[in-house]
């Protein structure tokens, strides 16, 4: 397969240590540039790799094909939006955009440019979350529970301010709503309590007519478990550990994301699914504000 040419919006943390890299790499993607609103580290990330960083976004959509977002989600619905409208296939960040209106916007880009998307939810890239989606659906699965405790928003590199200001469900919850909808049918609705910047909680129920709960922090000190994930049904119990993933995660998102561009599109975690999400997410956090 002809590598994907991939231009990259973006020079932050995330970018540094996992995008250029991974896409720069090959052998499915080629690096062909860098833009980002910070031309010094467009430039920096750039020369690391040993490609151009332009000064408007318009010429990085001259030397490629595709576009891989990292940047924060508001953004990201807003540059999507005109890489569609530029007829690049759009490798997207969780969330979506930062509420919904800018989620309706960027999905109906896609769909209307006719454009290949997909979304960069890490967990769903690694073999082992495959064999445990395949055991949990065999189960005849009527719940489930998952839970992802950090401390990023207490400093470091991703205490970033969109970070700071909505917390955990916009940040964690694409990752955890989209592993119990995939092991236990599409969500249906959606009960939420706690506080985003705190400790947030969950309780979605499914299409299937299963219920889950997901907890979600943030703002967690000390020595902290790896996010998990358990499903339960009439045939048994299936297991996902974060600390289970593996190494190359990303390389395998990569490669996917090349397959999905030389195919036209079509792949699950596209811009429509994004959107999926971030109605669940907009359920919750209207019902925490109110």
Known sequence: MEPVTVGLVGAGPWA???????????????????????????????????VPAF????????????????????????????????????LLEKPLAADLAGA????????????????????????ATTAFLAQARALRPFGG????????LCGGPFATPW???????LDLGPHMIDLLDA????????RAHGHPLGWAGLLLEHETGAVSEASLSMAATGELPPSRIDVYGR???????????????????????????????????????????????????RQLVS
């Open 183 to 190: 092991a236990l049918g599409p969500v249906a609705s959606v």
């Open 145 to 152: 529970y998952a839970s992802n405790i950090s401390g990023a």
């Open 55 to 90: 000064d408007r976004l318009e010429e990085l959509y001259e030397v490629c094909e595709a576009v891989a977002f990292c940047v924060p989600p508001g953004v990201q619905a807003e540059l999507g939006v005109s890489a569609a409208k530029a007829g690049k296939a759009l």
């Open 16 to 50: 540094d240590m996992v995008h250029a890299p991974a896409l720069a790499a090959g052998p499915h993607t080629r690096l062909a540039g860098v833009w980002a609103r910070r031309p010094a580290a467009a430039a920096e990330l750039g020369g690391k790799h040993g």
């Open 104 to 127: 309706r916007r960027l999905a109906d880009a896609v769909g209307e440019a006719g454009v290949p998307s997909q979304l960069a939810l890490t967990f769903r890239y690694s073999p």
């Open 163 to 169: 970070r700071l200001e909505r917390g955990a469900i």
């Open 235 to 285: 045939e048994g119990s299936a297991s996902l550990v974060g600390s289970e993933l593996g190494d190359g995660v990303f390389a395998r998102l990569v490669a996917s994301f090349a397959e999905t561009v030389r195919a036209g599109g079509g792949h699950e975690l596209d811009a429509a699914h994004g959107l999926r999400l971030q109605r669940v997410i907009d359920e919750a956090e």
